[in-house]
Every structure is written in C-alpha cells, then in structure tokens.
C-alpha cells in the first residue's frame, strides 16, 4: 500500500508521518477479538485504511494551526478530534480526559462532590435524566427532562456531556448555580445548590401496610443485589409478603450485573437480557437462577421517565416474563451498553459497544418500557362538594384513639404520590383475586 503526499504541506506531511505508524500498528487489533464469522473480518473494507481521508484531516489540522486567529497546541487540536469522532457517535460515547477519567471512576464506586444529578444530550440540550435521591438536586426540585441551559453563567449548547459533569461536580460546601429551562415554562429557572458528598445508597425499603412491603431501587451498583435480597428478609421477617412494591422510578441505571441481580430475585427460570454487538465479548446472556427469595410475592413495578438503561433492564424482563404488573408512565429508552476503556495515557474511552434486549427479543433503545398500566404521577385531592358526612362530623362523637405518628406519615405519603397508592390498591386487588382462586 502506498500512499502519495503530493501537494500537502510540509507541516501536514509531518501528521502524516506521526499518525500512520499509529493508525498501521493499531489497525488489525480490534480483529484479534472478533470471532471466524463476524462480518467485520469478512468485510474487505475494514481492512483498509481511508488513505485520502486521513490526508485531509492533516490538511484541516495544518490550515488550522497556520490560520486560526489564536494559536491552538497540537495536543489540544488532536483531543478535540478525538472528542468529535466519539461525540458524533451517539450521546454516550465520549473521550475521556485523565481528570474526566478519574472522575467517572469516583462515581461508580458510589461517592464523588456533586450535586446528585444524572445528565444525557438530547438534540443537543443537556437534560436532565434523573435527580438522585436524596440529593441537592431532588431537595431543590429539579425534574426529569428540565434542560440545564447554563452551569455558573456559563451556555451549555457548546457543552459536551464530560465537560458539563466535569462543571456540575466540585469540592463538597460549594456552591453551584444553575439555570433550567421546564417544559411549559417561557423563561429559564435558577437553582443555586451546594454540593454535598453524594454517597449512593441505592436499597430503601419500609412496609407500607403489614404483609405489603416497597422496595426502592435509586441506581445499580455492585452490592444493590445483594442490599435488596437483605431487605427482603428484613420485610418478611414479622410475616410472609403478600405483595410487594419495586420502586424503580427516576432510577439512571448503573451495572448491567446489578439489574440481572435484581431481576433474579423474582425469577426462578427464563432469560433476563442479552446483549449484541460486532464484537464477539460484547454478546452476552443472562438466565434466572432457580433460587429466589420472592419468586411467588405479587408484584408491582413503577416506572416512568426516568427509568433508564439497567432499570428498564428489569422492568422488560418481568414484563416479558410476565413476573410482575408494571405501572407508571414510558421509560426513559436506553437501551444501549457503554465499555470504559483505560488508555496508556491516562485517559480513557466510554463507548457504545453492544444493545441489549428483552426476553422477547425487543430493543428499548429510543422505544422505552410501556407499561402495562398507565398513572400519571399526582396528587389525591377530594372534592369538598362530594364529601359525604361521617361519624366524625357529628356533633357529640365519640372520639377514636390517636393513630399511631407512622401510620399518620405514611397516609400523608400515599396521598401526595398517586403511583404509589395506585401500586398499594392494584396489590391489594391481586391477592383478592388470587384468594379467590384458590
């Protein structure tokens, strides 16, 4: 193969030199992992290097260092390249700095400064996916879909996705501000937060009546399997379960493990997820163990816009394996898989590798979870006009004992989140039914 310089500058001859042994010696690698079949090998044009192309790209690089109105160092001439060949991709793919790199690591062990905030791009805004429990950002209101428009003054349409986290991230007792554009609303929000150390504890779980217990799923990281088959037992401890609320709503994703782990509590046989992708790692397949501590306990799952990646992992599978009822309103439809990649330099990739699928063979990727009962997230409210007269109301009554304070806080709680109360009567409902039919 040869290639002629003819008409390139000497500056652009100079990439071309450094960038061809790189490009030459680094080519054939990715094939070693792939296997016989795979149409990448097969592929005669995968083999060859876009010769003219890259002779372009020198060309644009030397027009711009010689030309561009500010001088700009190689080093970042070359980074930007790299962050446009991901960024282009798609909206997870992205070239990672050793600060970015780093800072990606804190998050998934489960602590870093920050806000507690999940992000993604869409048609180039910065959305928000979903605020963390518990966080700055859940205290202060911020919601799924809100569009950060500037991060301390500073526009986000020119923002990567890294470069915002980076921004929104910081040392603990620090202030960020932030403007947020809501659907409906003409004219942006601000937010002034403080960042906290955001330690991510992501199983509750309570007993919302007796024998009827809520799980809470914020995010999955390594030991969320494991915290949840605890609470489990915990819940079951004062008396079997006769119902159970999974609570994945506003939950990001996380470990792709993690959501197997979860869904393996429920199920006792049948694929949970696979995976496909071009290489031949990137395929993989996930079953149920035949071992479950609440195999047999009436489900419900809540969903909604911000479930995401590994919590639609969950919500498809019991959905196709018919395991549990899921509520709520369309999930968020990532259904993509992300591989971070370490580089000898430091550095590191996030790149989109595989789709996963359903037990039925569906992609969620930009489709999302429907779930098989819709309830728009609200309040209760009763019409005065339709209030009946009580006992209560009567004149002379005799007064009942104060309900216990738990018992107050937790019809207060079911009033102000109308999924929830949803979830609680249609579980109440299947075991009447399923009283009946035994």
């Given amino acids: 193969m040869t290639l002629s310089v003819t008409g390139v ?56 260092k010689r030309a561009y109105v500010e001088e700009v160092d190689d080093r970042t001439l070359l980074r930007n390249a790299m962050r446009g060949m991901l960024s282009e991709l798609d909206p997870h793919s992205a070239y990672l700095d050793e600060e970015e790199y780093q800072s990606l690591r804190e998050s998934t062990q489960g602590e870093f400064g920050g806000i507690g905030i999940e992000v993604g791009m869409e048609n180039g805004q910065l959305m928000v996916i979903t605020p963390i429990d518990d966080t700055p950002a859940s205290r202060a209101g911020l919601l799924s879909r809100d569009i950060i428009v500037a991060i301390d003054g500073t526009p986000t349409d ?16 620090t202030d960020l501000r932030i403007s947020v554009l809501r659907s409906g609303e003409d004219s942006p929000r601000e937010f002034i937060l403080t960042r906290e150390v955001i330690r991510s504890e992501s199983v509750k779980h309570e007993l919302l009546e007796p024998g009827y217990g809520y799980l809470r799923v914020s995010q999955f990281q390594s030991r969320t399997p494991e915290q949840a088959r605890e609470a489990l037992e915990l819940m079951a401890r004062e008396q079997p379960l006769e119902g159970l609320i ?35 790692d990137t395929e993989m397949s996930f079953s149920a163990s035949p071992t479950t501590p609440a195999g047999d306990v009436p489900l419900v799952v809540l969903i909604n816009g911000g479930s995401a990646s590994a919590a639609e992992i ?20 990532k259904g993509s898989v992300q591989q971070i990649m370490p580089l000898g330099n430091g550095e590191g990739l996030k790149l989109t590798t595989a789709l996963y699928y359903t037990p039925n ?34 004149e002379g009554h005799l007064s009942a004992q104060q309900a216990p304070r738990d018992r107050q806080e937790m019809a207060e709680r079911l009033l102000n989140d109308y999924q929830l ?17 035994r």
């Fill in 246 to 280: 999974l609570d994945l709503r506003n939950n990001p994703g996380g470990v792709l493990q993690a959501a197997v782990g979860i869904a393996d509590l429920f199920l006792d046989e049948g694929l949970i997820v696979y995976t496909e992708g071009r290489l031949s």
């Fill in 314 to 333: 969950v919500a498809g599978a019991l959905q196709d394996q018919r395991r549990g009822v899921i509520m709520g309103t369309d999930s968020f439809g």
């Fill in 9 to 64: 500058s000497p500056p652009a001859k100079r990439l071309l030199a450094t960038l061809l042994p790189i490009v030459l010696l680094s080519a054939p690698l990715p094939l070693l992992a792939q296997p016989a079949s795979s149409d990448v090998v097969d592929d005669p044009v995968s083999d060859e290097l876009p010769l003219e192309d890259i002779q372009t790209f020198a060309e644009v690089f030397e027009r711009i």
């Fill in 158 to 173: 020119n923002m990567s996705l890294q470069e915002a986290v980076t921004l929104m991230r910081g040392e603990p007792g």
């Fill in 421 to 437: 109360s949803e979830a609680l009567n249609l579980l109440k409902a299947l075991n009447v039914v399923d009283r009946q039919r």
């Fill in 361 to 394: 063979g569906r992609s969620i990727q930009a489709q999302g979870i429907e779930p098989d009962v819709d309830v728009v997230r609200g309040r209760l409210e009763v019409a005065e006009s339709r209030r009946e007269i009580r006992e209560a109301d009567l």
